[in-house]
């Protein structure tokens, strides 16, 4: 039987899981890299290489270009406003291990193109209003995704004391402690789309 000793679980688990934050290799940012100057610039260039496939064999597939019109600004938002991704939770607390390093060199680039695939393969018609639809929708929950995480952002910089939607930030001062023992605290927003989300959740 296969046998393995706690050194090669803990090797194991540490080439998974990674060992540092921000490794760098010749002065490169491991996490940056593989985030966003790979997985996240090859996502829109292949979207918009399937775009350009599916015109040159059916011309005109109004599914094609609204899924690529809404991926394209998403990308803006990424891109314009990059800094904020850095400082999302998952990217702060992530090591740069396999995992996250072949998720954004792999499944990120494989898995969130396949629906711009398929539709080279097999093209939908949606017609007009309903293509409409999907584009106001579309566009609407990628505003408030930005805005969301925004307000997030600002009342973290300003040690919750910022206005959200003209009123006083309900906040959430959440103390924690680090296994070395080193105590924290974390601003958790509850107001806002935040505060939004809340009953959302309550609900479901």
């Known amino acids: 039987p296969l046998v393995i000793t706690a050194a090669q679980a803990i090797l194991l688990f540490d080439f998974y899981w990674g060992t540092e934050l921000y490794p760098r290799v010749f002065g490169l940012d491991v996490k940056v890299f593989t985030n966003c100057r790979f997985g996240m610039t090859v996502w829109p260039l292949l979207c918009l290489i399937f775009a350009l496939k599916s015109y040159e064999l059916h011309g005109f597939v109004d599914s094609m270009w609204v899924s690529c019109f809404l991926q394209m600004v998403y990308f803006t938002k990424f891109f314009w406003w990059e800094i904020g991704y850095m400082r999302?939770?998952?990217?702060?607390?992530?090591?740069?291990?396999?995992?996250?390093?072949?998720?954004?060199?792999?499944?990120?680039?494989?898995?969130?193109?396949?629906?711009?695939?398929?539709?080279?393969n097999k093209p939908v018609?949606?017609?007009?209003?309903?293509?409409?639809?999907?584009l106001i929708l579309g566009v609407l929950s990628i505003a408030i995704n930005f805005l969301a995480d925004k307000q997030k952002q600002d009342i973290r910089e300003s040690d919750g004391k910022s206005l959200i939607w003209g009123k006083p930030a309900k906040v959430i001062r959440a103390k924690y402690e680090l296994e070395s023992g080193e105590k924290r605290e974390s601003i958790l927003l509850a107001s806002g789309w935040w505060g939004v989300a809340r009953h959302f959740s309550l609900r479901s």
């Open 125 to 134: 018609h949606l017609g007009g209003p309903l293509s409409v639809v999907i």
């Open 88 to 120: 999302t939770i998952d990217i702060m607390v992530d090591r740069a291990g396999y995992y996250i390093c072949w998720g954004c060199l792999v499944y990120v680039t494989g898995f969130y193109t396949s629906v711009s695939l398929y539709l080279v």
